[in-house]
């Protein structure tokens, strides 16, 4: 019997489970069996994303059967790592735990940054607002420090493109402020979530 856990799909933002009505990307199962919850935002059952994987490239990450994005990080869900010591779930967990260490800290291109955002904006957001687990220490003055200069720079008097003489141009090296600001607060998030998913 899985323990009872909240499930998304309401009006919070929970990522702990695969929202209602959700299926498995792979075998479209009502009950996906040890979740997991791919960059592109796909629920997999635990055993159908590694029976993916094994049944094709060992040594490339495999692509989402629904999207076509390669699968570079699967997430447990609430229920997965709690279960994650039953003998018939372990080697499951292991082996995924294998694929995120493999592939998770692979370099990128600047394209599949962008089209996992979405995924690392809600597990973050969410993250920060459950009090039953809370983000690394180090990764909250990351956070902290990266939105500080930020707005430090926003209000400073010193500017690399001064909106006074260039108008609404100006603005532009802000905007470069805050984009490199919260692509370091993704990498040190996506940095995390390696960290505790992978082999």
């Known amino acids: 019997m899985l323990p009872e856990v909240s499930r998304g799909g309401g009006h ?7 929202p209602r009505g959700e299926r498995c990307a792979v075998c479209r199962g009502a009950d996906i069996s040890v979740p997991h919850q791919a960059n592109c935002s796909h629920w997999f059952c635990g055993h159908c994303i590694v029976g993916v994987w ?17 699968i570079t990080l699967l997430v447990p869900s609430e229920v997965a790592s709690l279960l994650r010591d039953e003998p018939d779930i372990a080697p499951v967990v ?7 260490g493999r592939f998770a800290g692979a370099p990128h291109s600047a394209i599949q940054w962008l089209l996992d955002q979405p995924f690392y904006i809600r597990r973050m957001l969410t993250e920060f607002r459950d009090t039953r687990r809370e983000p690394p220490l180090f990764f909250k003055i990351q956070v902290m420090l990266a939105v500080a200069l930020s707005l430090l720079y926003l209000v400073s008097p010193i500017d690399l493109l001064p909106e006074a003489v260039l108008g609404y141009s100006g603005l532009l ?8 600001a919260y692509a ?4 040190a998030y996506r940095a995390v979530l390696v960290a505790r998913h992978a082999a």
């Not at 292991?94 to 995120?100: A, G, V």
């Open 54 to 70: 094994l049944h094709g490239s060992v040594l490339r990450p495999s692509d989402c059967p629904l999207c076509r994005r390669p």
């Open 184 to 187: 370091y607060i993704s990498a």
């Open 12 to 18: 919070g933002v929970e990522m702990t489970a695969p």
């Open 173 to 180: 090296d802000d905007i470069v402020v805050f984009i490199v």
């Open 94 to 100: 292991e082996r995924i735990e294998q694929y995120n």
